[in-house]
């Protein structure tokens, strides 16, 4: 009994071995993380978070985002923003995203799917056929950059942009400097500056608009 046990032991792991070798990876390969921010803003201080969970199995990439914000000042709640949203990739390709936005209980719900050579959304504001190439304004990765066509993801809303080159630069992170890439992104409303670590990890950005300076800075 201990020679059949043992022989199939060898046989599970010679087994195990064949599919590492004809795959190329573990089958347990599969990779997810989170990215969460503390959000804080030039005029009001800190006011949320903003999570970004990342998994990909094979070619494919999904990001689930959540945000919290509450804006105050002198104890007086002046705006409430929560949003829930998930994007899909397959390989550097935006497939579907949805988002709902509930901003000072006004919900705004943003729907997007890949169709032929384009991405077609659909918003409050009506449909709006963008190129295959747009990206949603939520920058998970150097992949999210990778486009100068951007889509709002509050509003749905199609920005042409203009993405700098990335320079080194060094930044502190929660306390701990960090040598980065620094990228501006330039936009008909809004200003961002997005920042990679070396594990193009984006470890800091900031949105510039006419409320001031909102400031996304990783926490774990």
């Known amino acids: 009994m201990r020679q059949a046990g043992g022989g199939r032991a060898r046989l599970l792991a010679l087994a195990a071995l064949t599919l590492f070798a004809v795959s190329g990876r573990p089958a347990a390969a599969d990779a997810a993380r989170q990215l969460v921010y503390q959000v804080k803003h030039s005029v009001f201080g800190d006011i949320g978070t903003y999570t970004n969970s990342i998994e990909t199995s094979g070619t494919m990439t999904t990001v689930k985002t959540a945000a919290h914000f509450m804006v105050k000042a002198l104890g007086v709640g002046l705006h409430s923003e929560e949003a829930q949203r998930v994007e899909q990739f397959q390989g550097d390709r935006l497939t579907f995203f949805h988002g709902v936005t509930v901003k000072n209980g006004d919900k705004i719900e943003i729907k997007g799917q890949a169709s032929g050579n384009n991405f077609v ?100």
């Open 121 to 220: 959304i659909d918003s409050p504001t009506g449909t709006i056929t963008a190129p295959a190439s747009v990206k949603p304004a939520n920058p998970w990765s150097p992949l999210s950059i990778d486009s100068t066509t951007m889509m709002r993801v509050d509003t749905g809303k199609v920005e042409n942009v203009k993405v700098s080159a990335g320079r080194e630069t060094n930044i502190s992170v929660d306390g701990a400097t960090t040598t980065a890439k620094e990228y501006d992104i330039t936009g008909p409303t809004n200003n961002y500056k997005i920042w990679f670590d070396q594990h193009d990890i984006p470890v800091m950005f900031e949105v510039d608009d006419d409320s001031g300076k909102v400031t996304f800075t990783l926490k774990k």
